[in-house]
Each structure stands twice: as structure tokens, then as C-alpha cells.
């Protein structure tokens, strides 16, 4: 299904005609470190992936929008209006690119007519790589093309998380957009998301490969616990500066953390306010170890990483715990994090090659006896930016 012609075939069968579609994909993406981070002014170091998703898409004559998911096939084609831009709970994936396009409405654009639309994604749904971002991403290069906005990827990327507050009501920061909409083959994105200035750099892992590990928990309360946490650093920032002028927990370093700490009374809050401040850091020093080719301190901060988010942010839960403190057991891992927002989804680890197959055995078989059911395993690849095939 990732061919161009496979995927126009499909169009056909859905749609019936062909004249004049064309084919785009926006990639996932995985954060390597940098967690919680994005909504507090510090740095991320994501990365887009191969996995994505496929864009099949034709105009209209009228205002009319059909949307069909070959991941969803059940549901049939839906349709819609572009007069019809409103969020609804019922129509689930469709809230993604509706949402943009109202988004990109909100900025003054004009959508001079509908489209019929087909994607295919074989990013694993709910496992926290971002599929939505991608699917918001893939939108937003298709208005452009289709209809000449010109709207840079940068600029996409902030229409993507606007349309995420403003449509679907999650608080979320802009890495998961940027890192899809900026992406760059093997390469991860240092992001300074106080300012959104960024660097790539290139992920050299010699004899290793990235997997990720999906722990299959499903994402409930993801969003209302995500925008908890939001508002809890938003208050011992406000708390803070109560007694210091910084814009951002991420104008913190560990030192002047401790220092101050104490103005947050809260002591939950505290412990937010402090992997905030602690991720942040640790990130820059990450990005500093990989250019120095220093995998095992890049890999050692992502532990640490991992051990912050559990017992100061409290986002991992049963699930990412197992995953990551049974590939800390085996040899040849050289870093170990639950990635993405948490409460389910999944982990990303750096492994040997010649250890992958072990650590997919073991760590799977540990999962399944205590979780009781099967986690995923992918070895991943990182892949360029959107793009049109
Ligand atoms: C989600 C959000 C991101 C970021 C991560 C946590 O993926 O969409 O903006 O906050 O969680 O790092």
C-alpha cells in the first residue's frame, strides 16, 4: 500500500475516478529525549520516521469533503462540508483534518472547494508516534499544494498544534507537528521551543538501532491528565516568578531550581516543576554527548530520562515501567524511555544490532507474563520530512 500506484488503485475502488489526484505523505515521529518539555520553553530532540501516512487526494467541484480511511475501511466513506467545520466527538480521525482546515480558514485562507481524500497510515494507532500529528501535517502540505497558500512547513506545524487547542481542545505543545513537519532523514531535531529556533543533528548510532515497543495500553485519559500537568507547571512557573523574572521553567538550570524551589507550595507541583526544569538540561547535554559520539552517556541520560517522567512527572504507569525496566536488563541496551505523552503508548530504546532479536524475545515475554497481554515491537528507521510521491 505504500506505492503510488497501489494507493491511486485503492483511490479508484473507493472513489471511482481518478483525474487529477495526487499522492503525499507526512511522516510519525518519536521523541529521543526531552519530555514535557515543549510547553514549558525547553528543548526537545525528536525525530520523524519512515512510518506515516499516505495521502491520496483529488479536488471537488463543490464544497463537499469525503474523507476514507483504509485503516478504518469499516467506516466507509464519510462526508462533510467545508461549511461544516465544527469538532464532533463522532467523527473521531476526521476531527484531525477538519480541524486543520478550519485552522487554516482561521488564518485567513480561503479553501476554494471540497476534496475527496483518502489516507492509509502504518503508524500503529494510539501507540503515541504521533499519528494525528502526521495525518494534521499531511493535510496542511495538501491545502498547499492544491490550492497555492505557501505556507512554510514551520508555519504548518504551528497551524497543526493551533488546530489541536483550538479544535480539539488538547493543550499540546508543537513538537509532534514541528518534528513531522520538519523532519529530516536520518537526523533529529534539536528544538529550542522557547523560540523555535533549531538545529539538526545527525543520528549516528554505528552499530545500534532504534526500536520502539508499544506497550498496546490504550490512551484514556491521556489528554485530560496531559493538560493537568500542563496547567500544574503553569502554576509553579507563576509561583516562581513570583520572586524572579524568567519567562520559562526551561530559563532554569538544575542550580538556580534549587534555589528557588521552594516559592512552589505544592509539593506535587514541585516535582513537576522539576523534571521540567531537569529534563531540560539533560536534553542539552544529551544532544552534547551524541555530537561527541558519546552513546552510552546519550544513552544513560535517557534512562534517567525515563526515571524522572515515573516518579517526579508520573506519566509512565504499569505498562511503559515493564517495558523500559525489562529492557534495562538486557545486554546491549544502551538507553531505554517511555516517548511521547505517557499514560500508555510507548517506549523507545537504543540496542545493539546484535542484540535486537534477544531484547524483542525478552522483553516481550517478560510484558505479556506480568501485563497480560502482547506489546509491539518496531525497529525504526528516521525519515525525511512530508513530501509529495
Ligand atoms: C505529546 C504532545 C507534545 C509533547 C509530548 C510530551 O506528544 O503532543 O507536544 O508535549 O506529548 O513531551
Not at 525525530?47 to 501516512?53: E, I, K, S, V, W
Not at 480511511?69 to 484531525?96: A, M, R
Not at 542550580?255 to 516543576?273: C, H, P, S, T
Amino acid at each position: 500500500m505504500k506505492d503510488k500506484s497501489t494507493l491511486v488503485k485503492k483511490f479508484e475502488k473507493v472513489y471511482g475516478d481518478i483525474t487529477g489526484v495526487r499522492v503525499f505523505f507526512a511522516p510519525g515521529r518519536v521523541n529521543l529525549i526531552g519530555e514535557h518539555t515543549d510547553y514549558n520553553g525547553g528543548h526537545v530532540f525528536p525525530c520523524a520516521l519512515t512510518l506515516g501516512t499516505y495521502a491520496v487526494v483529488k479536488k471537488r467541484k463543490d464544497r463537499k469533503l469525503r474523507f476514507y480511511s483504509v485503516n478504518f475501511s469499516k467506516l466507509g466513506i464519510l462526508e462533510s462540508s467545508l461549511d461544516e467545520l465544527t469538532p464532533c466527538k463522532e467523527d473521531g480521525w476526521l476531527n484531525y483534518p477538519k480541524g486543520v482546515m478550519w485552522a487554516v480558514e482561521q488564518k485567513g485562507y480561503k479553501i476554494p472547494c471540497g476534496i475527496d481524500l483518502m489516507v492509509f497510515g502504518d503508524i500503529p494507532s494510539g501507540s503515541g508516534l504521533s499519528s494525528s500529528a502526521s495525518i494534521e501535517i499531511v493535510t496542511g502540505v495538501i491545502l498547499n499544494a492544491l490550492f497555492g497558500f505557501g505556507i512554510s512547513n514551520q508555519d504548518l506545524a504551528l497551524i497543526g498544534q493551533y488546530a489541536e487547542h483550538n479544535f480539539n481542545g488538547v493543550n499540546c505543545g508543537i513538537m509532534d507537528q514541528f518534528a513531522i513537519a520538519m523532519g529530516k532523514k536520518d537526523c533529529a531535531i534539536f528544538l529550542d521551543t522557547a523560540d523555535l529556533s533549531y538545529e539538526y543533528a545527525p543520528v549516528k548510532l554505528k552499530d545500534a538501532k532504534i526500536i520502539i515497543s508499544s506497550s498496546n495500553k490504550r490512551r484514556g485519559l491521556s489528554s485530560s491528565k496531559y493538560n493537568e500537568r500542563r496547567e500544574e507547571c503553569e502554576m509553579a512557573l507563576s509561583e516562581i516568578q513570583a520572586g524572579m523574572g524568567i519567562n520559562t521553567l526551561g530559563d532554569l538550570d538544575e542550580a538556580l531550581f534549587e534555589q528557588v524551589k521552594m516559592a512552589i507550595r505544592d509539593e506535587d507541583r514541585r516535582k513537576r516543576a522539576k523534571h521540567a526544569v531537569y529534563e531540560n538540561q539533560r536534553t542539552i547535554k544529551a544532544v552534547h554527548a551524541l555530537k561527541n559520539n558519546d552513546i552510552e552517556l546519550f544513552g544513560k541520560l535517557m534512562n534517567e530520562s525515563h526515571i524522572s517522567l515515573r516518579d517526579d512527572y508520573e506519566v509512565t504507569g504499569e505498562e511503559l515501567d515493564t517495558l523500559v525496566q525489562e529492557a534495562w536488563k538486557v545486554d546491549g541496551v544502551i538507553g531505554s524511555r517511555m516517548t511521547g505523552a505517557g499514560f500508555g503508548g510507548c517506549t523507545v530504546s537504543i540496542v545493539k544490532n546484535n542484540m535486537v532479536d534477544e531484547f524483542i524475545k525478552r522483553v516481550g515475554t517478560a510484558y505479556k507474563e506480568k501485563i497480560g497481554y502482547s506489546a509491539k515491537f518496531y525497529v525504526v528507521e528516521i525519515g525525511s520530512g512530508p513530501f509529495e510521491l
